[in-house]
T-cell receptor
Framework: DGGITQSPKYLFRKEGQNVTLSCEQN?????MYWYRQDPGQGLRLIYY???????QKGDIAEGYSVSREKKESFPLTVTSAQKNPTAFYLC????????????FGPGTRLTVL | DAKTTQPPSMDCAEGRAANLPCNHS???????VYWYRQIHSQGPQYIIH???NNETNEMASLIITEDRKSSTLILPHATLRDTAVYYC????????????FGKGTRLHILP
């Protein structure tokens, strides 16, 4: 089945540690996105990539880093510089550009202790 | 900031039509109206989008006013499974535009 997978579903880390969240898609989509969601809030864009080996900062990129070495994969690293990393992280992909339908993964809930 | 305004919550009786309003008074000519929904603790799901004309698919209908400053998402026969947060989004056809998710409308379907 085609879709987007994120792993793990729940992740716990100690404060000061970097952590990498996985996002894989087999939809052959060019564009991929990372969002952060806090309780009771909408989604905020962290980073997005429209093509392999290229990515742009979203609205809240500070404290995060990404890579796009393969079309299928867009991992997100939450660094120790992110002041409040505990949140629900969602990955999405689309055919090309944000104006097309975005397909979302199930999300990773990160808790920093 | 989101380019849309939605009521924070709404109730609808099961089996009735749910009509979710959205104001987008600053929408420009090349911007589409998109609707997504998010069931608790899941990723958002695309519902429908439109530019000028009304649209219908297997999930919902989208009614856009003639001046395009507002729209209504209609779920014709709401079920308990339709309980979710519904996001109305405007986005243009430019490749660099970013989709901005506001807080959406929390729809409660009442049995």
């Amino acid at each position: 089945d085609g879709g987007i997978t994120q792993s793990p579903k729940y992740l716990f880390r100690k404060e000061g540690q970097n952590v990498t969240l996985s996002c894989e898609q087999n939809l052959n989509h060019d564009a991929m996105y990372w969002y952060r969601q806090d309780p009771g809030q909408g989604l905020r864009l962290i980073y997005y990539s429209q093509i392999v080996n290229d990515f742009q900062k979203g609205d809240i990129a500070e404290g995060y880093s990404v890579s796009r070495e393969k079309k299928e994969s867009f991992p997100l690293t939450v660094t120790s510089a992110q002041k409040n990393p505990t949140a629900f992280y969602l990955c999405a992909s689309s055919i090309a550009g944000p104006y097309n339908e975005q397909f979302f993964g199930p999300g990773t809930r990160l808790t920093v202790l | 900031d989101a380019k849309t305004t939605q009521p924070p919550s709404m109730d609808c009786a099961e089996g009735r039509a749910a009509n979710l309003p959205c104001n987008h008074s600053t929408i420009s000519g090349n911007e589409y109206v998109y609707w997504y929904r998010q069931i608790h603790s899941q990723g958002p799901q695309y519902i429908i989008h439109g530019l000028k004309n009304n649209e219908t698919n297997e999930m919902a209908s989208l009614i856009i006013t003639e001046d395009r400053k507002s729209s209504t998402l209609i779920l014709p026969h709401a079920t308990l499974r339709d309980t979710a947060v519904y996001y109305c989004i405007v986005s243009n056809t430019g490749r660099d535009d970013k989709i901005i998710f506001g807080k959406g409308t929390r729809l409660h379907i009442l049995p």
